[in-house]
């Protein structure tokens, strides 16, 4: 029943591209070469250690304490030897010899070759002319407080052996974890809350909308198509439905949108559970220009009629609050009336709507879902004269809870296609739309005058650049024929006459 | 409440359904779409696992949410490129290795 309508549109601009389409495909190569161009060092990194073995360089590179410095000194030539001198040195003569052997600091031959210990395989022409450090583990410079401590304190050894590096335990992976699991989840979710709104809306349809049904019985066309086959519902999204029907008197169509929850959604759907919403659907009815007189109403909860009487723009022109009229029946007190006077809304709210959805008792029980009903002849868009109903959708299970609700709709367009106001009503409301008109045409006038003044100004620029550009030259010129025109004006006109 | 007793109903009357054009300009704004851009980019450049996860569910979350294919594929798209490079330099990518220190 819900029509998916989807365009091919995007494959062809991507087949053939054009315009935006072009710089946009220009920036998704770029951000490919950017990524080949990032990745590539992982195959470069290869070649840096040819003749090592596999394992030596793991040991080598991820070792958890640190390398010592020394390790990568070449040594120098073996026969240096270096002496610590006394922390009291004395600048008359040379220091005295120190009788501690250990406090002598030498040098050990370094090996031609490594040990078979440390590289397995060693290649002489790849490290031909570079100093082969040694495979023992001691520092190449010792000295005598270091050396003695070194033995005792194990700690403070400089060359600990390195440890292979143990598999990373799921703990580390609880980003992943966490973020594929959310979307396992996100997309279970959408096909779960699809299905759940795809149900919801064919509840309504099934309901109002079929053979013999409240629109059906209202309206001679339904659905979206020009067939009687066609569907009756379009999705325009996961959770927006439109139902369509026109053929009627008084009306030249009636449009139903249903906004459901984003139970497709997840993010959406967790939010909602904070902060609630509910499933509305809203009537659009498009009046014929004949069938509807002066009419400026809207009925909502307390709160929604103040934010829709500042927000609406022809409520905010024509409308304002209605108080109740003392000793006669009025609407449930949880609802307000904005209108553009008291006889309008004592006609639209008669006796019979108050019965059966917006007295007191009727409200309680079948008002519910009852959001706001807002009617006039002063709608800004394509369509001036409109009715537009809002509703609460109950569960697909309860759709016969809003029965009364949706009977409001045929019983309006009825009412208000035969509605006729009062000469003295009429003539308030002509002045009101009158004022309106002219405010309107002052603006306009005033938006024409500001760009006019703009359009001079900027040609005024235009002019006073184009002269700043003239050279001396040209100026001077200029200057001269302004005298000379001056001068013709300023010499005596002489009248040529024939004497004959 | 029900209707008269005549039929309402005007078949001579009856107009098929057009949808109203919609302007790319008066659509809602793709939040979700716009903050997969921005965690898209973050996670690629400074390399941030977490920005370019939630670059790759808030892309995800835009594209569920899609109402106009013509106007909302390319930003889409773009979020989603975005996130998947920031993975890939995240996971295959060569990055400093660090050394523990004790």
């Known amino acids: ?500 | 409440m029900s209707s008269p007793a005549n039929d309402p109903r005007q078949p001579s009357t009856a107009k098929p359904y057009k949808p109203s054009p919609v302007a790319p300009q008066d659509l809602p704004i793709d939040y979700s779409g716009f903050i997969a851009v921005i965690c898209g980019v973050f996670g690629a450049m400074f390399r941030y696992k977490i920005c370019s996860w939630l670059a790759i569910i808030f892309s995800a979350q835009s594209l569920a949410n899609m109402r106009n294919m013509e106007n909302d594929l390319k930003q889409i798209s773009m979020a989603m490129m975005f996130g998947i490079m920031g993975l890939m330099t995240n996971y295959l990518g060569v990055g400093p290795r660090g050394s523990k220190k004790t």
């Open chain 1, 1 to 500: 029943m819900a029509k998916h309508s989807f365009s091919l549109s995007p494959l062809s601009s991507f087949i053939l591209p054009r315009g935006d389409t072009l710089f946009y495909l220009i920036a998704l190569f770029s951000i490919l070469s950017l990524l080949i161009h990032h990745l590539s060092p992982v195959s470069a990194e290869s070649r840096h250690f040819e003749g090592f073995d596999a394992d030596e360089i793991d040991d080598f590179g991820d070792s958890d304490e640190p390398i010592s410095a020394a390790k990568h000194i070449p040594p120098p030539p073996p026969t240096t030897t270096l002496s610590v001198s006394d922390p009291i040195e004395s600048h008359h003569g040379p220091p005295p010899p120190s009788a501690d052997p250990t406090s002598q600091v030498t040098s050990q031959p370094s090996d031609p070759k490594p040990a078979s210990t440390s590289f397995e395989v060693w290649d002489e022409d790849e490290f031909e002319g570079i100093p082969q450090s040694p495979p023992s583990d001691s520092p190449l410079i010792t000295e005598s407080d270091t050396a003695a401590s070194a033995e005792s304190d194990p700690s403070l050894k400089l060359e600990p052996e390195s440890e292979p590096e143990s598999p990373k335990s799921i703990s580390s992976y609880t980003v992943e974890i966490v973020c594929v699991s959310f979307l396992i989840m996100f997309v279970i979710n959408y096909f779960t809350g699809k299905k759940e709104n795809e149900k919801l809306a064919l509840a309504w349809a099934s309901k109002f909308a079929t053979k013999d049904s409240i629109f059906d019985k209202n309206f001679s066309l339904l659905g979206v198509g020009e067939t009687d086959d066609s569907p009756l519902l379009l999705k325009e999204g996961q959770n927006v439905f439109k139902f369509y029907a026109s053929g009627r008197r008084f009306c030249q169509g009636l449009l139903a949108t249903m906004e459901l929850k984003s139970r497709h959604d997840l993010i959406s759907r967790l939010y909602n559970m904070v902060v609630p919403c509910k499933d509305e659907i809203t009537f659009e009815v498009y009046m014929n220009d004949d069938a509807m007189d002066h009419v400026v109403v809207a009925v909502a909860k307390k709160k929604l009629a103040k934010t829709m009487q500042k927000e609406t723009t022809d409520l905010q022109r024509f409308a304002s609050l209605v108080s109740p009229p003392s000793g006669k029946k009025w609407i449930a007190e949880e609802l307000a009336v904005v209108a553009e006077s008291k006889e309008v809304a004592g006609d639209m709210l008669n006796e019979t709507v108050l019965d059966q959805v917006f007295g007191d008792k009727a409200y309680e029980k079948f008002g519910k879902g009852f959001i706001s009903m807002h009617f006039s002849d002063q709608h800004l868009g394509s369509h001036k004269k409109m009715l537009v109903f809002k509703f609460a959708l109950p569960d697909a299970k309860n759709m016969a809870d809003m029965t009364r609700l949706v009977a409001l709709v045929p019983y309006y367009i009825d009412l208000i296609g035969r509605y006729k106001l009062s000469s003295h009503a009429r003539t308030k409301t002509d002045g009101a739309r009158m004022k309106v008109a002219q405010e309107i045409y002052k603006e306009l006038q005033n938006a024409r005058q500001e760009a006019l003044q703009r359009k001079k100004a900027e040609q005024r620029k235009k002019g006073e650049e184009a002269e700043a550009k003239l050279s001396a030259e040209a100026l001077r010129k200029k200057e001269a024929k302004e005298r000379a025109r001056q001068m013709k004006k300023a010499m005596p006109k002489m009248k040529m006459t024939r004497t004959g």
